[in-house]
């Protein structure tokens, strides 16, 4: 009778090598977890450390993503509502050659494409503009300007961060180009302390016409506005779309008509579905990614030091993880050999030590992404002060969680602590049992 019991006992075991199928491969899976647990704390200390060494390479990639991605997101939002737009359209050539200004770099301002693009039921707002350069002069002392004739009201919808005084942080003064005054300009801030200009003096902007002639006319400083790239700032002039058609002789005629689309997300299927009928008019329709491509330059570089970063966090994590298994292995030769004996094959060795790195990888990939999405969450929720390098003024950073960026780095610290684990696995799993009794591995 009780060798029929044994019998029974030993071929109801998962290590047995006869047993076979669904049910007992679920049975030895349970074996491994709760095996593999077991194993796991007994050496409470060591495992702890090795825990908190994934779940901080899970908890700072999570964190210096979503910093990043936030960054980015906000730089380039302070692009597009300074000037740069979703979208532009210029004439055929025209950013190729933009510092030549003739009327073939040109187009109508109230064509029959531009009604259609004002129309269309995804664009909130356009904004025509005449790009144009000169000389601006105050009592004996004339400088260079890059000059941008626009519509008042519509560069505010377009660009409503381009001109705000009261915004944290800036030092706009005095007010924006109006539809009351014609002879209103507004210079960047760099301009005006070379030309120790203030609010309400008056200037003469002088330029050449597109005919070739030397044409000027009389302005008066209404606006100084703080912009954060110094080269710009001592070159940059607002003026009136209508007063600079008049002194340029392009009357009706703009350089580029800039979009403000009521999603900005949709931005590239929006250009991309309207490229080729824009192309049809001998005009080009770029998204802002094309015209200022400095920013996806930035996110680059940002990418690729965020993935440094976590690569060399990860690794440190799988050498912790190797370490840990292969002193696990070390410590339990007789065990080992033990398992071979009773029927375990090598390929379930490997399994347990595997699935101890896969509960190491969980455990301290959960801890970090709860940990890691923690802190993204309360930098969200307080926010962090920014300085952006497109704007003047101080924004407001509020990084957001991702559930796609969480399950990624948990997939991602379960992977990375199973492969460390494979070579002490196959380490264990070549053990000769009489070996491994008297200790030998």
């Known amino acids: 009778m009780n060798r029929e019991e044994d019998s029974m006992d030993m071929d109801a075991s998962p290590l047995n090598k006869r047993s076979q199928g ?5 049975r030895f899976l349970r074996f491994s977890i709760k095996y593999g647990f077991r194993s796991l704390v007994r050496n409470r ?13 899970s908890g700072v990639t999570i964190v210096t993503s979503r910093y990043s991605t936030a960054a980015i997101n906000l730089w380039a939002k302070a692009a597009c509502d300074t000037g740069l737009g979703h979208a532009q359209i210029h004439a055929e050539g025209f950013l190729k050659d933009s510092e030549t200004l003739s009327e073939s770099l040109t187009f109508e301002e109230n064509s029959p494409l531009m009604s259609s693009i004002v129309r269309d039921p995804a664009v909130a707002a356009v904004a025509p503009r005449l790009n144009f350069e000169g000389i601006i002069s105050a009592g004996d002392q004339t400088r260079y ?14 660009s409503p961060a381009l001109f705000n005084p009261t915004r944290p942080g800036t030092l706009d003064q005095g007010e924006f180009i109006n539809s009351r005054e014609k002879t209103a300009v507004v210079i960047g801030r760099g301009l005006a302390e070379m030309l120790k200009l203030k609010l309400g003096d008056e200037v003469t902007l002088m330029t050449t016409t597109v005919t070739g002639g030397l044409n000027g006319v009389d302005a008066v400083v209404r606006g100084i506005i703080d912009v954060p790239l110094p080269s710009f700032s001592k070159r940059a002039v607002y003026v009136r779309l209508d007063y600079a058609q008049q002194l340029l002789r392009l009357p009706g005629r703009i350089t580029e008509a800039t979009i403000r689309l009521h999603d900005p997300d949709k931005a590239d299927a929006w250009v991309m579905d309207r490229a080729g009928s ?6 080009e329709l770029k998204g802002w990614w094309e015209i200022d491509v400095i920013i996806r330059r930035i996110e680059m570089i940002w990418n690729s030091v965020v ?14 993880v ?4 292969f002193l696990l292995v070390a410590e339990r030769t007789v065990e080992i050999g033990t398992m071979m004996a009773i029927g375990a094959r090598a390929r379930d060795i490997r399994v347990l030590f595997c699935v101890e790195g896969a509960m190491i990888g969980l455990i301290g990939g959960i801890a970090g992404v709860v940990a890691g999405n923690g802190v993204v969450a309360g930098m969200g929720l307080i926010g962090i002060p920014l300085q952006s390098p497109f704007s003047s003024g101080v924004y407001m950073l509020y990084p957001q969680v991702s559930a796609t960026l969480s399950l990624a780095i948990l997939a991602g610290s379960v992977v990375v602590c199973v492969l460390a684990s494979l070579a002490p696995a196959q380490k264990a799993a070549s053990v000769e049992p009489v070996k491994a009794f008297r200790g030998q591995i």
Not at 309 to 320: E, G, K, Q, T, V
Not at 322 to 325: A, D, G
């Open 278 to 283: 824009v192309a049809a008019q001998k005009l």
């Open 322 to 325: 190797l370490n840990i298994i």
């Open 22 to 26: 669904k049910t007992v491969d679920q």
């Open 145 to 158: 300007f890059l000059g941008t004739a626009v519509h008042p009201e519509h560069e505010l919808r377009v």
């Open 45 to 57: 200390r060591r495992t702890l450390l090795t825990i908190a060494t994934v779940m901080l390479s």
């Open 307 to 320: 993935g440094l970063i976590s690569f060399l966090l990860f690794m440190s994590s799988a050498l912790s």
